[in-house]
Each structure stands twice: as C-alpha cells, then as structure tokens.
Nanobody, 128 residues
C-alpha cells in the first residue's frame, strides 16, 4: 500500500519561492502517475501539475505554467513541486496524489481526480 507524506508548506511572501515534497513508502513512485492538486478557500480542488510514471511527460495548469516545476527523485522515492513567483492567488492547501499506471506509462491527466492514494495536504499561504 502506497503512503504519501507531504512536507514543505508554510507562509511565503509574494514573489517568493517554496518547494513542496511528497515522500512515498510502501511502493515505488515510478509506477504511478503523480498529480499535485490544490484547493483554495471556497474553490474546488484543481489539478495543477502531473508527471507520468515514465517520468517523461509533465503537464501544468495554465495558472502555474512557467512558475511551477514538478520533479521526481527515484532514489529518494519523492516527488517535489518547486513553486516560484508566488502570488496570493496561490494560497491553498496542496495535495499530492498517485494513480497506479505501471501499464500506462505516458498517462498524465490534470483533470483526473480519481486517484488511488492521497497525501494529507499541506497549507501554502502567500501573504505579505
């Protein structure tokens, strides 16, 4: 059973950077599609970045494209989300989630919310 433990949230000033980390145990992340979601107050949860199990395909929501970068470390069995140029609109609870895709190596769909495993979420607050 895959378990996802998140870290790295907190308070950051506008224009600042933050890196979220999602550490896995119980299985290897390179057999899962990984998606980072976020849910802002009063809004629906949205997928903002995903990586295929092959690691070769990544997608980003328009709202974060060019500012956020997803990466995976197969030795540490972690997936990070590097966030730059943060604005107050990025304030949200961020979740990492995994969908088993050992046979769908190119799968990377931001709209797919039917994930197999979820982290507990971490709050990111962008404020001066």
């Amino acid at each position: 059973q895959l378990q996802l433990v998140q870290s790295g949230g907190g308070l950051v000033q506008p224009g600042g950077s933050l890196t979220l980390s999602c550490a896995a145990s119980g299985d290897t992340l390179n057999t899962y599609m990984i998606t980072w979601f976020r849910q802002a107050p009063g809004k629906e949860r949205e997928g903002i970045s995903c990586m295929s199990s092959s690691g070769g395909i990544t997608n980003y929501a328009d709202s974060v494209k060019g500012r956020f970068t997803i990466s995976r470390d197969d030795i540490k069995n972690t997936v990070d989300l590097k966030m730059n140029s943060l604005t107050p609109e990025d304030t949200a609870v961020y979740y990492c989630a995994a969908l088993e895709s050992s046979y769908r190596r190119k799968l990377c769909q931001l709209l797919n919310t039917d994930m197999d495993f979820w982290g507990k979420g971490t709050l990111v607050t962008v404020s001066s």
